[in-house]
């Protein structure tokens, strides 16, 4: 016999067996009420051992995908709405029942090919999953930006006597004040303080006085609670700096700034900037004075990288040019920069220019290499049109080119179009300013024992967690050999930038490792912990939903939804409810006789 069943006749023996009683009961005053009293309690009891279950109708998109991600608000979640997830880690939560998860989002899209439209919350989609969005209708519903650090910098590798700068911003969404320290060898070494409800770019310096790898701890305090403790691994070595002569026709913002920029990172510079047809201004940055009045082998012989603008190049008597171009082909790096609507120096006009454009003003998302730089807004007359044997280096989001390089005997020849990068610098955002001009710098200035460019991928790389390897090899027919501490990695190579080949390994320490290319000279990296920089990453997943979404807004797919039949519970505190108060009421009108 169904239990259910047995449940129910045995409540009606026993309601019967109470109505008995209390119609027998001497005391016959509130009879009905003792009785109809009896009735609930052994009815809320049954209900109590017997659910009650309803129908709604339930409606979905069968064109829509709701996908939750880590940081949602968990009070988010749609009426009605079947909701996904890609994080595993949201189903450790309470409310894991109400979401489905997908472990392969472009899997599950190929399985569906009727989603015509992704709507995302929380923190957003990984880039990979990005990836299989890319012809869909897709909706970002962001959560905060995290409390704590969302961008930060710091050169990885430094020579010996200059300063360790830790540059970043931070966002304190506390209510009270947060104090970030920079500490090292069990010291406090600099530390600035974030108002509540504050964000602040900071700057952080301390001059080691070691040489080697070290690890420092960046520390976020809140009065007795540490927020937040990370690690600022990088490595000092005995190197010379780079060595750079800036011939500017003019002094113009964009060298005022790159000027102090180049002071205070200790670049030997030499600054001379034309008064007149023979007269010059000279500054000598972190360097002894040597006479720079004529462009001649002795004078160049001294820098690695040249930076003028095409307008001084074109000044140069046809003797310096000559000795100019001799001095890359042994090796000298020049850096131009092209602040007219089109080329007049014999160098610049070695690359290939697209007709200038009549846009002015506009805001540019610049991506260098693999990185996305935040937006400028400049005045851009010219692009590149890429030509063989050409390294681009900076592009639009449009994927026009405005930093283009090329090999030139030993040398490198690298010009930029872009006419004032100091906006970053105004506008707060000095990362992006450090970024573009130091990848600049490197790429283009002299290379020593056939010195190879490399960059990792993420800039924090994680254990067990994807990372790349991009190597530069000027002689882009060759391939490279790639050994991470002792595994030989299967490097691929660009098919548009012949001369960048990529490795990819997921690190499985975390701590210091080596890197070996083409049995040079070892270098080494650092691999963070899983959760460490967790408030970069963060931010940085916004950002790329964020920018995702503006360049997919577009009409919203035209919904469908199909109706299905839900089964739900009422809820058993009801009648729990119920039970104890009648039964509370049979109590106290017992004692009352």
């Given at each position: 016999m169904n239990v259910h069943y047995i449940i129910i006749l045995s409540a009606l023996i026993f309601l019967a067996f109470l109505l008995f009683k209390e119609w027998k009961r001497e005391n016959s005053s509130r009879l009905w009420i003792r009785m109809i009293g009896s009735a609930i309690a052994v009815v809320s009891l049954v209900l109590l051992l017997i659910p009650i279950k309803y129908e709604v109708e339930k409606k979905e998109s069968i064109n829509e995908l709701v996908i939750f991600t880590e940081g949602v608000n968990l009070d988010s979640l749609p009426k009605n709405k079947k909701v996904y997830t890609v994080d595993s880690s949201l189903l450790q939560k309470n409310f894991k029942t109400k979401l489905t998860y997908i472990p392969d989002l472009a899997y599950y899209l190929a399985k569906h090919p009727q989603v015509k439209q992704v709507n995302v919350y929380g923190n957003g989609l990984a880039s990979a999953d990005l990836a299989s969005i890319k012809k869909l209708q897709f909706t970002f519903h962001p959560s905060a930006f995290p409390s704590g650090i969302p961008s930060i910098y710091w050169d990885r590798q430094i020579i010996s006597t200059h300063k360790l700068q830790v540059q970043g911003t931070y966002l304190n969404n506390l209510s009270k004040p947060v104090q970030l320290v920079l500490?090292?060898?069990?010291?406090?070494?600099?530390?600035?303080?974030?108002?509540?409800?504050?964000?602040?770019?900071?700057?952080?310096?301390?001059?080691?006085?070691?040489?080697?790898?070290?690890?420092?701890?960046?520390?976020?305090?809140?009065?007795?609670?540490?927020?937040?403790?990370?690690?600022?691994?990088?490595?000092?070595?005995?190197?010379?700096?780079?060595?750079?002569?800036?011939?500017?026709?003019?002094?113009?913002?964009?060298?005022?700034?790159?000027?102090?920029?180049?002071?205070?990172?200790q670049y030997p510079v030499v600054f001379r900037s034309r008064i007149s047809k023979d007269k010059f201004s000279v500054d000598y940055l972190n360097t002894k004075s040597t006479s720079v009045d004529k462009v001649n082998q002795s004078l160049l012989q001294q820098f690695d990288l040249l930076i003028a603008d095409d307008a001084e190049l074109a000044l140069l008597s046809a003797s310096e040019k000559l000795t100019l171009e001799k001095q890359i082909e042994q090796g000298l790096g020049l850096l131009i920069r092209i602040n007219e609507n089109k080329p007049i120096s014999v160098f610049s006009k070695k690359f290939a220019y697209g007709a200038p454009s009549t846009i002015r003003d506009k805001s540019y998302r610049l991506k260098l290499m693999e990185n996305l730089l935040s937006p400028l807004e400049i005045d851009q007359p010219l692009y590149f049109n890429l030509k063989s044997g050409n390294q681009p280096v900076v592009f639009t989001s449009e994927a026009k080119i405005m930093v283009n390089n090329m090999m030139y005997g030993s040398g490198k020849i690298m010009v930029s179009t872009i006419p004032a990068t100091y906006h970053w610098f105004l506008n707060g955002l000095k990362i992006d300013y450090a970024n573009f001009w130091t990848e600049l710098i490197n790429k283009s200035a002299k290379k020593y024992n056939n010195q190879l460019q490399y960059k990792i991928e993420p800039a924090f790389p994680l254990i067990n967690q994807q990372a790349n390897i991009h190597i530069e090899n000027p002689e882009a027919g060759n391939p490279v050999s790639i050994l991470v501490d002792s595994l030989v990695l299967a490097p691929l190579q660009n098919k548009y930038m012949p001369f960048v080949w990529k490795g990819t390994f997921w690190p499985q320490q975390k701590g210091w490792h080596s890197l070996k290319v083409n049995q040079q000279s070892a270098t080494s990296f650092y691999v963070f912990g899983e959760n460490s920089w967790s408030s970069i990453r963060d931010a940085d997943k916004i950002k790329a939903n964020l920018q995702i979404a503006k360049v997919q807004l577009q009409k919203p797919a035209e919904l469908l939804e199909k109706s299905e039949k839900e089964k739900r519970e009422v809820s058993k505190w009801w009648f729990f409810f119920l039970f104890l108060m009648s039964a509370g009421y049979l109590w106290a009108e017992g004692r009352m006789d």
């Open positions: 500490k090292g060898l069990g010291s406090n070494l600099d530390s600035v303080v974030i108002n509540k409800k504050e964000s602040i770019s900071f700057s952080l310096t301390h001059t080691p006085k070691l040489v080697g790898k070290a690890v420092y701890k960046l520390i976020a305090l809140s009065g007795k609670d540490t927020l937040s403790q990370e690690e600022i691994p990088f490595e000092v070595i005995e190197k010379p700096p780079v060595k750079v002569l800036v011939l500017a026709a003019s002094p113009d913002f964009e060298y005022k700034f790159l000027k102090n920029w180049l002071y205070q990172n």
